[in-house]
């Protein structure tokens, strides 16, 4: 997505219900049904759902659970951001913000930063966001900046710091007190507005038994052939906690310039998820957009991991990702960004922006965008860990001693109940004939029991 080389990068300086029966698996199943119904038949109803109302773009839908919190410029009102929790806040031009976090000794803790400009502000390629973690005497345990690089399209854009627990990191390595610093970068400071800002935190437990400590010394580079097959329509959301779950297999939506759209691919440990974007013809023109669609990939903990975009004439073009290595604990250990990421099995994010720009040259669309996702590799079991991943959902699973984190085939959540929910999505059964249809069938299940 054309974002400037992090200097260190971020990482340097299910189990459900115990289902008894049958009877009660199925009416799980039922019930998810209705709620997808409903679900379908509110898409884009309101900046939280899990579609892009048409219409102006939504710049982002911030998740409906964050707590607002004010940015301070010292730690000593620094407002105190709780584990596994959703915050929204705001960032001026010129003041670093701080929060305030309170670790263990034992557990990493990683921050995500979504910043989001009004969508006509106006932005160059080096402005951007710097979130960085620091203990209490100033020290940095992580930092990472995030631009919007070469397609200069206002967009939210996300960065993450972490205080990690390492043998070999001592520093940051206490409990105690530590503070988050967020501010912007660049040179561009004309429009003076406050941009809006997402705040997620997460925790990874300790490991309960030891684990490899070196990367992987190999792994299959190449790149894999793009998916293929009929394309299934699939609106994505307007933010992290909005996206929409896709697996693998070619998906449609449109996309207006200025929007941006989010979607989830559940990977599993020894997976590795693969992606690229399309954008349809729309009549051939005289000049070129760069940068016109930024497509990237996100970790569970939302860091971005890569990105790339493509440059538009009004002819159909296509852009990829380049390959990812399989989900495995001791990725930590690697050398690149890319493959560090790869350390969590959970909720992998594609999140596309069509720059505002294409509406100069091409009108205002909507554009179709096809999406091509693959996720390959041989699923096994995750490391045991000593506790449970904070906020839990968006992991593989709630994992914790001798619970190891798998993903179930499929990518959509366990057994058949998640089968016959993907079936539904797929297939937009309008949420009024779910419900009659799951009102129906408990009927008739009703006068079974009482006959």
Not at 82 to 108: F, K, N, Q
């Amino acid at each position: 997505m054309g974002h400037v080389p992090r200097s260190g990068g971020w990482f340097g300086d299910e189990k459900g219900w115990r289902v008894m029966g049958r009877r009660t698996a199925w009416w799980r199943a039922v019930c998810r049904v209705a709620v997808v119904g409903a679900v379908l038949c509110g898409t884009g109803a309101g900046a939280g759902g899990s579609a892009v109302a048409a219409g102006t773009p939504t710049p982002y839908a911030f998740s409906p659970d964050a707590t607002t919190v004010p940015g301070v410029g010292s730690t000593a009102d620094a407002v105190r951001l709780e584990s596994g929790r959703t915050y929204r806040s705001s960032l001026p031009v010129s003041e670093d913000v701080y929060y305030r976090l309170e670790l263990d000794a034992t557990s990493s803790a990683y921050v995500s930063a979504t910043a989001v400009p009004p969508a006509d502000a106006v932005v160059s390629a080096s402005d951007g966001i710097r979130v960085s973690v620091q203990d209490a005497d100033s020290r940095s345990c992580n930092s990472e900046t995030e631009n919007f690089g070469g397609g200069s399209s206002a967009r939210p854009i996300t960065a993450v710091a972490m205080r990690e627990r390492s043998a070999t990191r001592t520093r940051c390595g206490e409990a105690g007190t530590y503070y988050v610093v967020v501010e912007r970068v660049g040179t561009t400071t004309a429009d003076d507005v406050d941009w809006d800002l997402e705040l997620a935190t997460f925790s990874e437990p300790p490991l309960a038994e030891a684990a490899p400590s070196s990367a992987p010394e190999a792994w299959d580079s190449a790149s894999p052939t793009p998916q293929t097959g009929e394309a299934v329509r699939r609106s994505g959301g307007a933010g992290f906690a909005s996206a929409v779950s896709v697996g693998q297999g070619v998906w449609r939506s449109d996309i207006s310039p200025g929007q941006t759209v989010f979607y989830k691919v559940p990977v599993g440990w020894g997976e590795r998820p693969h992606a690229s974007a399309e954008l349809a013809s729309s009549g051939e023109g005289s000049r070129v957009v760069v940068g016109a669609l930024e497509l990237s990939v996100h970790n569970p903990v939302r860091a971005p991991l890569d990105d790339v975009s493509l440059n538009y004439n009004g002819s159909q073009r296509s852009a990829s990702l380049d390959p990812l290595p399989p989900v495995a604990y001791e990725n930590r250990y690697g050398s690149t960004d890319q493959v560090k990421g790869m350390r969590f099995g959970g909720s992998y994010y594609l999140v596309v922006h069509l720059g505002a720009q294409v509406a100069e040259r091409f009108g205002d669309g909507p554009f179709v965008l096809t999406l091509r996702v693959r996720v390959d590799g041989s699923k096994g079991g995750g490391p045991v860990y000593e506790g449970r991943f904070r906020p839990q959902d968006v992991f593989a699973s709630p994992v914790g001693v001798g619970e190891p984190g798998v993903v179930p085939s499929g990518g959509g959540g366990a057994g058949d109940d998640d089968a016959l929910m993907t079936v539904v999505a797929v297939s937009g059964i309008g949420g009024g004939t779910v419900i009659l249809a799951v009102l129906g069938v408990w009927t008739g299940l009703g006068r079974r029991r009482a006959s």
